[in-house]
């Protein structure tokens, strides 16, 4: 009974007491501190108190639910089973770190109360939306989730950087709001309900074109929330945003939701899954190339935060790949995936808080205008090369779990190409990562930092960073434990000495640290020559300076396009339709005109005959200057067959 | 035989008169209240007559019945080589009320209107008076050739009103409406002659009881085609209307208001009742379609016709095609609405035309006929240009005028049938209607006269123009009173499919 009272709290709670935000800020700023850490801490305790019910049960997944609208048979509710517990403690969790860190980080800025409001706002809905047990309720929460971000990106209003960002980010994940929308529209019409468990049930009734369409339209709702290839350009501007906002929203939870969505699909689709044609290689691939191409561009950009994100979109890829390798007999990739969803929450989140540290310490994002903080700030260096050795997937922190089993699976299951390139990224994975520590933290101080005072960050922002340091070491552990809560079939493959004896681990430790460090070490220099240089016409240099050109092709093309489109049209209705009372009246005046000049010409054309053969003798009438009786005859004429061909179309001989 | 006597008795007494006008004249001429002696000649002639009407009226109208109220075979049987037969029904009744007032209105106008100096202007009147005979006796006609004979007489007839004064352009316009009557006579006769072939009667009940049991209804198409074209070019339906404009424009101010307020209501009536209540019984012939394209090209020739005139009169004239156009409109949707319509847009129409003609004789006197001409009219004729401005806010449908009420019963007949475009069209013509009779009323009230010389109007042809005024007025505001008095005709009229 706990768990139902929790499981509806545990959500409702946040969402709530958001609203008391800004009553309690009103009285004081650490009143309200106060209040969000103590909402997020009471929020962590029920989201744990969700863990054992599901792991004791014998169920697939406790569910609850409520009418919502009760005319439409609509209803609300919760949907407790493995995936959105694991979601839903992690999204708590991760509340509660970023609203420790946001004392620190945040302290003194302009519209806390907007910003405390938001991020509760923001974990309300993240959870409802995990939590949810219907489509609809779960699209609300979507919603909600992608406004939060908006809010939150353009948290600082003033700088118009920032508003833009937020705009091209609501804009961009609209996409993917209209294919989720029309995928749950289509899934309403086929089987007349929202509810998972409906759906579940009945999804073998939907004919497979229909369940291919959906299944696709919800991945391209997932590709534009989880920031994949077309669509992944968001969420480097999404960047914008305070790096607290970004390590809780664009980093471990938010950006999750596709990866959410996918899972939860396949779970719903069950066998289906398998039988829809292109569709599970599409995730595959789609992964793939994000995780490929996200890494080439986390190797070359110059902003701190750049670097994160560009790494985020890249392991988000990797989660993608590892949904796409499911196969019939094996749920390894589905739990690799999940597993490094966690792993990679850990590592990026603290990759995002030491960011924040450092920015907050320097001034700037450029990390050109970085290096030699290892002095300076020893205690966010050693966190960070724990950050740099987990992302690089270094035994035994968690993602050399994780990782490694995403591998494995693809291995066992996908093709042989997205092994090759799941391996090369996971070099230039290494790579990048070299090459952050290096800019940040190794060589002389710059410039720049010579002017500056700087200063080891604040405790209050470097405990959670220490928090989530520590999980990032023993995170890979609990692999077994969490096969187990996960319900996987293929339990029995994920023994730790496995992952260390498996034949993956020396192939990807001979193509990881040296290929990594050829890259780094080509690719370093090359870019200290690039920066001297600044016009450099090495096409791989240009190529990823404008990362691959996906913002420029839709900017310059589609968004120039639609501008041109639209300014055309208004062009047009300008001209057309405001003129067009007058331009309707002048046409009809001239086509009333030409008719009558028409019928005038005639009528004199016919006069002349008729007054000089048949009215020869009616001298008055000659005067009359418009006589046109045969023209009428004529008419009247037409007008009967008008008539009978009216008739005989209508009614048929 | 008393029944037969009651029918009869509007006709007869009509026609009676008409002949009796020109002795009684005779002697008017000789005296030397002329003026008054005619005024009271034709009251007691509209006296008798709207007597012999009311008594009709009293007796049957507003009788719960869904049958006509009178039905009476003059010969002994229905089927008989040569029979004629009349009915009384509502509309019938309805139609009669209305010929005999609006007779009556014009007859007080044509009074100082014509000039009987120069002309025996006692056939004139004559002739107006066995033409509405003769239109009486087309609304109380019960079988198709007795209609016929009644409503040729009517139509042919009226082309000698156009002649009245014989200026050229009056008889050539005269000459082409009795050709066009004649093209007209002809495609009905045969048409009928077909429809006698098919069912052996020509009774109203006895032809519609022939035709629902009709098995092969390709000589009774031809027919109806022929009737159809026959009876729109004598209720100048587009593309059979060009005479209309260039007879009502050529004809004197009277003859054109005793043409546009009776001979062109009896035209729609005929149209109505033969084609709709007659030959088309239920399943028999679904022409609706066809009657709803001819309605939408009428509505809109008319109106851009009207759009283009500098002649005011002409203007007029082609409202008349357009009001056509409108009556097409309700009758489409036949249903009682569509007729409901019909009837009120009868005598609105009836009486809106009859103003806007006889305000116009009065303006044509002292030479404005132009647009031009027009300019600053409200300064120096204000009874005269206000008598106008009401015709055209009527025409225009503005509210609390009797033409507001009578486009709204049209449209809303015709929103609930299957042709709810033609709405569309009614309301956009309505609105350039509007456009171009504001342009007349800019041009009375906005522009400035060429010379401001203020002209005395003539009080005694300002009254029967003043009592249509008031007409419209009172049926705009209280629609009712008219309203009452058709739904007696509309709940009746049985033969609705």
Known sequence: ?653 | MVELFDVVLPIISLVAFSLLTLPVFKAIRKSHRKTALTLAWFSTVFAVTGAAVANLTLKYYGLPSPQPFLNITVTDAASATLSSAFMIDGVSVYMAIIFTALSAAVFLYSVFYVDSSQRPSERYYAVMLMLTAALIGGVFSGDLLTLFIFWEAAAAGSGFLMVYKKTPAALNSALKYLVMIIIASAFVVFGLSLVYGLTGTLNFWAVKQALTTLADKHLLLLAFVFIAAGYAIEAAVVPFHFWLPDAYAAAPASSAAFLSALIDQGSYYVLIRVLVFILTPPGVLDWTFMLAVMAALTMVVGNLFALIQDDVKRLIANICVADVGYNLVAITSVTSDGLRGNLFFFLVGGVTTALAFMTLGLINRYGFKTLEDFSGLGRKMPLASLALFIAALSFAGVPSTGGFMAKYLVVSAVVNSKFSWLAIILVLMSVLQTAYLFRLVNYMYAKKPKDETKIKEPFKLLVPIFILVAIIIIVGVYPNIVLDLIEHAVQQFPLIP
């Open chain 1, 1 to 653: 009974m706990l768990s139902d009272v929790s499981s509806w709290l545990v959500w409702i709670l946040p969402l709530v007491s958001s609203l008391f935000v800004p009553l309690i800020g009103r009285k004081s700023g650490k009143a309200r501190n106060a209040f969000v850490v103590i909402i997020s801490l009471i929020i962590v305790a029920l989201a744990f108190s969700l863990v054992p019910n599901v792991y004791f049960s014998s169920e697939e997944a406790l569910e609850s639910s409520a009418p919502w609208i009760p005319s439409s048979g609509i209803t609300a509710g919760v949907f407790i089973d493995p995936l959105s517990v694991l979601f839903t403690v992690l999204v708590a969790f991760f509340g509660l770190i970023i609203a420790i860190y946001s004392l620190g980080y945040m302290k003194g800025e302009e519209g806390l109360t907007r910003y405390y409001f938001f991020l509760l706002l923001f974990i309300g809905s993240m959870i409802g939306l995990v939590i949810s047990d219907n489509f609809l309720q779960m699209f609300i929460f979507w919603e909600m989730v992608g406004l939060c971000s908006y809010s939150l990106i353009s948290f600082w209003y003033k700088r118009p950087e920032s508003v833009r960002a937020g705009a091209k980010v609501f804009l961009m994940t609209r996409i993917g709001d209209i294919c989720l929308l029309a995928a749950i529209g289509l899934l309403y019409a086929s089987l007349g309900s929202f509810s998972f468990r409906y759906t579940i049930d009945h999804i073998a009734t939907i004919p497979l074109p229909t369940l291919t369409a959906i299944a696709f339209l919800v991945l391209g709702g997932a590709i534009a929330k989880s920031a994949q290839l077309p669509l992944h350009t968001w969420l480097y501007s999404a960047m914008e945003a305070p790096t607290s906002v970004s390590a809780l929203l664009h980093a471990a939870t938010m950006v999750k939701a596709g990866v959410y969505l996918i899972a939860r699909l396949i779970l719903i689709l069950g066998p289906l899954a398998f039988s829809l044609p292109m569709w599970l290689p599409t995730v595959a691939w789609i992964g793939v190339l994000t995780a490929f191409l996200g890494a080439t561009l986390a190797m070359h950009t110059h902003d701190i935060k750049g670097v994160l994100a560009y790494s985020t979109i890249s392991q988000l890829g990797f989660m993608m790949a590892a949904l796409g390798t499911v196969t019939a007999h094996s749920d390894l990739g589905w739990f690799a995936s999940l597993f490094h969803m966690v792993s990679h929450a850990f590592f990026e989140g603290l990759g995002f808080l030491l960011a924040g540290g450092i920015i907050h310490a320097v001034g700037t994002r450029d990390m050109r205008l970085m290096g030699g903080l290892r002095k300076i700030m020893p205690l966010t260096f050693a966190l960070s090369i724990i950050m740099i050795v987990t992302t690089s997937g270094l035994p035994p922190f968690a993602a050399f779990f994780s990782k490694g089993l995403i591998i494995t699976s693809a291995t066992e299951t996908g093709n042989l190409f997205q092994v090759i390139l799941l391996y090369a990224t996971a070099a230039l994975t290494f790579a990048y990562s070299l090459r952050f520590t290096a800019l940040t933290f190794m060589g002389k101080k710059s410039e720049h930092l010579e002017k500056l005072h700087v200063h080891e960050a604040p405790k209050l922002m470097l405990l959670p960073a220490v928090v989530l340091a520590v999980l990032c070491i023993a995170w890979g552990f609990v692999e077994p434990w969490l096969g187990v809560f996960m319900r996987i079939h293929a339990e029995g493959e994920l023994s730790l000495l496995g992952a260390f004896l498996n034949l993956e681990t020396p192939i990807f430790f001979a193509i990881l640290g040296p290929v990594g460090l050829i890259i780094y070490l080509t690719y370093y220099k090359n870019s200290e020559v690039m920066m001297k240089r600044r016009n450099s016409s090495n096409p791989l240099a240009v190529v990823l300076k404008h990362g691959y050109f996906f913002d420029d092709f839709y900017e310059k093309i589609i968004a120039r396009g639609v501008v041109s489109f639209s300014s055309g049209v208004r062009r047009l209705e300008g001209s057309v339709f405001g003129n067009f009372p007058q331009l309707v009246a002048s046409s009809i005046v001239s086509l009333a005109n030409a008719v009558h000049k028409y019928l005038d010409v005639l009528a004199d054309e016919l006069l002349s005959i008729v007054a000089h053969r048949t009215l020869r003798s009616a001298s008055q009438m000659k005067k009359v200057p418009s006589s046109s009786l045969q023209h009428y005859i004529a008419a009247a004429l037409l007008g009967f067959l008008l008539i009978l061909v009216l008739i005989i179309v209508t009614i048929g001989v």
